[in-house]
Each structure stands twice: as structure tokens, then as C-alpha cells.
């Protein structure tokens, strides 16, 4: 973590970059006067002054890059939270190959006709997800055959696998993947495939710059693009839920729940009680949600199987960290439930057996578990999930559209 020391500093030190920005300035005005210090002032510009091209398209600023690299996290993103990133060693997030993955997440020249963009599917508003059950593709008239799934804290899957059945090996692997589906983005072989794509996007006039900012060089190759939309990607983490500020003031990291199980003052009492419900273990007064739904990431614990969603399912699903969850309006990987309420009756009543079946979600007996709960306690437990929106992230700025309207 020592390479994001300097960028913590550029982000608490506004006035330093206020500064480069007055050197910058200066030069220009000095070679108003004459042309001795014109090679200078262009080195020096070219090295942190946005490039005309990118400035026409994008309302980037590359002299103040957005602080990707190192977001500053809560205390309880402890080392066992670390622990379950999924970055690669090696190719930790940096703000540059970052900003790069944003613009592609953003472009809809990823699609063969202009018409759709990852951001189409992946809303930002919606936690990344879709407000429509099944997304529709570029053509306008096909759509996908599964729900979209939100990113926010995608980087805390350990297994790192993507897709809601993990067929795809990593974040990176998935990354490539929708430009060439030949429902999502069209870029499948028929239309000359990913070569057709970068070719395309070579001719972009803002990508040269922005593909030498990530990576030295105007190149573009199917693991730059992959790099830079999972930079992006594993940039989205979420930490300011209502959640988060109340589990913050019980944060213990001496208490063998760290404090987890503690009620949350902020929280109204049917809050807390949804909270109680989800965090505690089965015997201990809880449903043992949080078990696979891992605090404070609520990303997927890497040893969950399947939540029973069918009699005799044998695909080894994941869930998406359910941060934001009270933001989608279709749940589970076809999108089959359309309110937080019937997902908390699918864990009532309605979890069948199967060999993907996790563990956890059998009775004694070797049965699905059947949990009996009341009314009170479901409307609680809904009432916990949508206290996981993080509004504020959910309009931060740098995982908005970068390109001007
Ligand atoms: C037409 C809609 C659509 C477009 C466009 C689209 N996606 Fe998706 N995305 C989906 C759907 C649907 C899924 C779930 C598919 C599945 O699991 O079979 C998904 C899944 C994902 C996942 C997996 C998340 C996880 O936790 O496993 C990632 C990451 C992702 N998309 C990123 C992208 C990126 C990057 C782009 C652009 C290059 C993109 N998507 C374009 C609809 C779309
Ligand atoms: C054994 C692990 C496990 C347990 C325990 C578990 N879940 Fe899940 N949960 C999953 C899996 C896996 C999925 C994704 C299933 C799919 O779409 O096929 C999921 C999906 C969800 C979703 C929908 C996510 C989305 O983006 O559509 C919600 C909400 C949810 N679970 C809430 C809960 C609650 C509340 C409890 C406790 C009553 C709970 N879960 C217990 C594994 C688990």
C-alpha cells in the first residue's frame, strides 16, 4: 500500500494541486512573451494539463485525477476484510488506468451501433443494477436472459469469480465479456469481434491520450481494456451506508463480533430488530443471514453455495454484496422476486432442496429450513436490508459519467 501514499497527499492537499495548476500558468504566460521558454512550458503542460481531445469529449481534469486508489476507509475494513479482496497482487487500483475504465464504462461506442454502454445495465443510481428486470441489449428488441447485478463491492468476493453463476474466472475475464455478447454490446465474431472494437475505439480522438495516461502508450489491447474496467469496478466500495455510520460508533475490534451484534442508536427499533435478525445466528436468536452475506462488505462469503431457489438446482450461484440492494427492483439471478418482502419469504418458506443447496439453509433433519416468521419480524428484516443504501456514493461524482451532455 505504500505506492498510494502520495495520493492520499494529493487528495488532503487541494492547495498543492492549486499550485501545479498557477506553474502551469505561468510557463504559458512566460512563453507569451517569446519563444526560448516554449519547449519547457509544453513539456511541462503536456505532463498534467488535460489533452485537447480529451477535454472536447470528457469533463476530466488530468492535473486532479479522482482519488481511486486509495479511498479513505473505516476502521472496520480491517485485515480480515482485506483479506477477502480480490485485486490482483501486482495491479492494485491506480487513479489513471481507473479514470481510463470509467470513460470505457461510460461509452457507448463499446456497442456495435453506439446505443448501449456498461452504465446502460449497470446504473449508478441503482447501486450499478438495471430498474428493468432484463436489460435490453443494443439491438433494443433482445434482451438478457438473467437480472444485471450491482458492483458495489465486487472487489469483496475472495474468489473473485464473476456472473451470478461465477463462470467467469475474474473480474478482468468478465470485463471483456458483454462487448462481444451478441445481445448486450454486438461485438461478437459476426461484427469483427473485439478487433473491430479496439479499431473503433482507436479512432476516438480521446482515447490515444487516455490509453498512454493508464499505460505509457496510445496501444489498446483486451487486457488494457479489461485492467481499466476493473480498476473501475473494484474502485466501487461502499462505506457510507446508515449502516455504516451506526456500526461505526460500535466498532470494537476486541469483541468477538466486533461489536456487530451491539443495537445501532441511530436505528429506529424495527431497524434494529431486522438487524438482530440478520447478523445473529441461528440459536443465538437470528437467521444467520450475515453468515453469506458478509459485514461490513455484505459481499458473499467464498464458501456460500446456493440459496434454494429451486427444487433440484445444482448451479453454484453468488450474490452481489447486498449494499444498495434497497435500490434494485428485481432480485435474484433471473430477477424472479420484485419487492425485498418476497426475498425474505423466499428464506421463510420457500427455499427447496437441491445439491447446490448451502448447509445453512437446512433444518434438522436434513429438510430446507422453514424459519416461521411473523409479520413483524419480515417487515423488520426488509427495514434492516434498505438501512444498506449508501446514497451518498451512490451520486459520488467519480463513478458518474464522465462525458460532457
Ligand atoms: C445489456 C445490459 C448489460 C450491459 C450493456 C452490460 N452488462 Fe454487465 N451485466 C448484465 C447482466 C444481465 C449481468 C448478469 C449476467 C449473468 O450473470 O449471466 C451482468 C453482470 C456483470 C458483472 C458481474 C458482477 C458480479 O458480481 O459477478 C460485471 C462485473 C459487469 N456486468 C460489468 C459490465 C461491464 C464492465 C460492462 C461493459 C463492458 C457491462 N457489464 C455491460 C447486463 C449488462
Ligand atoms: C447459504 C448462504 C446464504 C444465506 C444463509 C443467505 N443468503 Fe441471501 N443469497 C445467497 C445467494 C447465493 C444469493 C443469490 C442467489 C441467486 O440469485 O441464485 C442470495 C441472494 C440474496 C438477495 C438478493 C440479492 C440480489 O442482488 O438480488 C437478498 C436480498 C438476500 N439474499 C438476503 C438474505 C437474507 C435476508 C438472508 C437471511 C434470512 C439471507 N440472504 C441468507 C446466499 C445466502
Redesign the pocket.
Known amino acids: 500500500m505504500t505506492q498510494n501514499v502520495p495520493l492520499r497527499q494529493r487528495q488532503f492537499h487541494p492547495a498543492l494541486r492549486f499550485a501545479a495548476i498557477l506553474g502551469v500558468v505561468s510557463l504559458l504566460c512566460a512563453c507569451g512573451g517569446g519563444s526560448s521558454t516554449s519547449a519547457t512550458a509544453v513539456a511541462t503542460t503536456t505532463a498534467t494539463a488535460t489533452p485537447v481531445a480529451v477535454a472536447q469529449a470528457l469533463t476530466l481534469d488530468f492535473a486532479a485525477l479522482a482519488n481511486y486508489a486509495a479511498p479513505v476507509l473505516p476502521a472496520y475494513y480491517d485485515a480480515q476484510v482485506q483479506a477477502t479482496d480480490n485485486t490482483p497482487s501486482g495491479d492494485p487500483v491506480t487513479d489513471k488506468i481507473a479514470t481510463l475504465g470509467r470513460v470505457?464504462?461510460y461509452d457507448k461506442n463499446?456497442?456495435v451501433n453506439n446505443a448501449?454502454?456498461?452504465a446502460?445495465?449497470?446504473q449508478q443510481a441503482r447501486g450499478f443494477d438495471?430498474s428493468s428486470r432484463f436489460?435490453?441489449?443494443f439491438s433494443g428488441s433482445a434482451f438478457?436472459?438473467?437480472?444485471?447485478?450491482r458492483?458495489s463491492n465486487?472487489r469483496y468476493?475472495r474468489p473473485g469469480?464473476?456472473?451470478?453463476?461465477r463462470r467467469?474466472a475474474s473480474?478482468e475475464a468478465?470485463?471483456s465479456q458483454?462487448?462481444q455478447n451478441a445481445?448486450?454490446?454486438g461485438f461478437d465474431a459476426a461484427h469483427g469481434g473485439l478487433k473491430a472494437l479496439f479499431a473503433k475505439l482507436q479512432g476516438l480522438a480521446y482515447y490515444p491520450d487516455l490509453f498512454t495516461l493508464a499505460f505509457g502508450d496510445s496501444g489498446i489491447s483486451e487486457v488494457r481494456v479489461q485492467r481499466a474496467?476493473a480498476q473501475f469496478?473494484r474502485a466501487m466500495v461502499s462505506t457510507n451506508s446508515r449502516w455504516d455510520s451506526g456500526y461505526a460508533g460500535n466498532f470494537n475490534p476486541s469483541l468477538a463480533d466486533k461489536g456487530l451484534g451491539a443495537p445501532i442508536a441511530s436505528f429506529s427499533a424495527e431497524e434494529n430488530r431486522g438487524r438482530a435478525l440478520f447478523v445473529n445466528a441461528p440459536g443465538a436468536g437470528g437467521l444467520g443471514c450475515v453468515g453469506c452475506h458478509q459485514a461490513p462488505t455484505f459481499a458473499l462469503a467464498a464458501n456460500s453455495r446456493s440459496n434454494g431457489l429451486d427444487a433440484g438446482e445444482a448451479t453454484l450461484f453468488?450474490s452481489?454484496s447486498l449494499k444498495n440492494v434497497g435500490l434494485s427492483s428485481a432480485f435474484m439471478?433471473d430477477g424472479r422476486f420484485s419487492s425485498l418482502a418476497q426475498v425474505v419469504e423466499h428464506y421463510n418458506s420457500g427455499v427447496q432442496a437441491g445439491p447446490a443447496l448451502d448447509a445453512r439453509l437446512l433444518g434438522p433433519g436434513g429438510a430446507p429450513r422453514l424459519l416461521g416468521l411473523s409479520a413483524a419480524d419480515k417487515a423488520a428484516l426488509v427495514a434492516f436490508l434498505t438501512t444498506l443504501n449508501d446514497t451518498a456514493w451512490v451520486a459520488d461524482a467519480k463513478f458518474a459519467s464522465p462525458f460532457k451532455p
Not at 144 to 149: E, L
Open positions: 470505457l464504462f463499446l456497442s448501449v454502454a456498461c446502460s445495465c449497470h438495471d436489460s435490453t441489449g438478457t436472459s438473467a437480472h444485471a447485478m458492483l465486487l468476493f469469480t464473476a456472473f451470478w453463476d467467469a473480474v468478465q470485463a458483454p462487448v445481445i448486450e454490446m474496467l469496478e453468488k452481489p439471478h
